[in-house]
């Protein structure tokens, strides 16, 4: 005989998260071994003595962790998604019933604490993570990518020797075509210390670059290895960009210059 469900919404339910989460689920699991109630004395300087009670700072690191688990960056959608899982709701602590903060209370709370906080919370959980035998120290995995830095690569300034600095320069320098149409993009401020302003190329070094640049006189308005227009040769050792000393020149082959942020993670 067939069947049909019809669905009647119930005025009143007797429910449990613990009875329907399973056992073998991960976040359930994940609920059983992470503690982090340390943060209620690390994190209890950062909060008033009046007024309304904030977002449970362990609620906050959870959601921080469910959406890096989640790969969800939007505040916004990361309580969309918890709110629509049984699970990650019995994770934070949450019953079906009970709403969850606004996603507003997330973006302000995670601007409320200092990166030392973040730090403590990465170390303890590692050492949960050492102590529970899921991380061994016989191996070791190193990667890097580049990230796009926030930095033009016209604002870019010569690095100078310490000694007869301008005399240097001009003898150094091989001033393109693109140099004369349209003058360099100047930086408002120079955030570079003084060691990044220096130069730290050899006269072995020098003499190459000037050496490139002489014969790529011709076509100096082409990046080497790509069409884009407006290039340079420069490197690090010659070059920096004093709106972000943090970022470096990368090249790969075929492509163009650029500014980027030297990423590692072990």
Known sequence: MQGKKEYQEKLFNNFQLSVRVPEHNFYRRLKDVLHLD???RETKGYYGS??????DPVVFFKLCLVGYLENVTSDRKL???CNMRLDILYFLGYDIDEELP???TISRTRGLFP???FEGVFTRVFELCVSAGMVSGHTQAIDSAPVKANASMDSLELKVPEADLESHLREVRHISKRDKD???RQAKGNKADKDQQTLSATAKELQAIKSRNTKWAKDQDQRPGSGNKGS???SNNTHYSPTDPDARISVKPGKARKLNYQSQLT
């Not at 009046?50 to 977002?55: A, D």
Request: glycine share 4%; hydrophobic share 30%.
């Open 102 to 104: 606004w996603h507003s």
């Open 232 to 234: 340079r040769y420069t």
């Open 50 to 55: 009046s007024g309304q009670k904030s977002i």
């Open 79 to 81: 309580i969309e998604h």
């Open 38 to 40: 340390f943060l209620y």
């Open 115 to 117: 990166e030392s906080v």
């Open 182 to 184: 349209r003058p360099l």
